[in-house]
């Protein structure tokens, strides 16, 4: 049976969100691994950093990345919602 284009996106969102999940657990046991060897933080976030652009390279998504990387850092640097 076929899949309707519906069941195959709702699949491919399956996919992405379990994708997502083991590769935030991936990098989370990385730098917990670096914070255990008292790696200075930003040797570490410089390490990411790294490893951020070699991936973008590896999969020709450097425009993507960077749009991304520029929202982050706006996102960093705006003065925290206070209630």
Not at 53 to 60: D, E, F, G, P
Not at 65 to 80: F, G, K, S
Request: without cysteine; negative net charge; hydrophobic residues 50%.
């Amino acid at each position: 049976m076929a899949q309707t284009p519906e069941s195959a996106l709702k699949h491919i969102a399956e996919i992405e969100t379990s994708d997502r999940e083991a590769a935030r657990e991936a990098v989370a046991q990385g730098v917990q691994s670096a914070k255990e060897k008292w790696i200075e933080a930003p040797l570490i976030v410089e390490a990411l950093a790294l490893e951020l652009i070699s991936v973008a390279q590896i999969s020709h998504s450097n425009s993507m990345m960077a749009a991304y990387l520029r929202n982050l850092a706006e996102a960093m640097e705006a003065p925290a919602n206070r209630h």
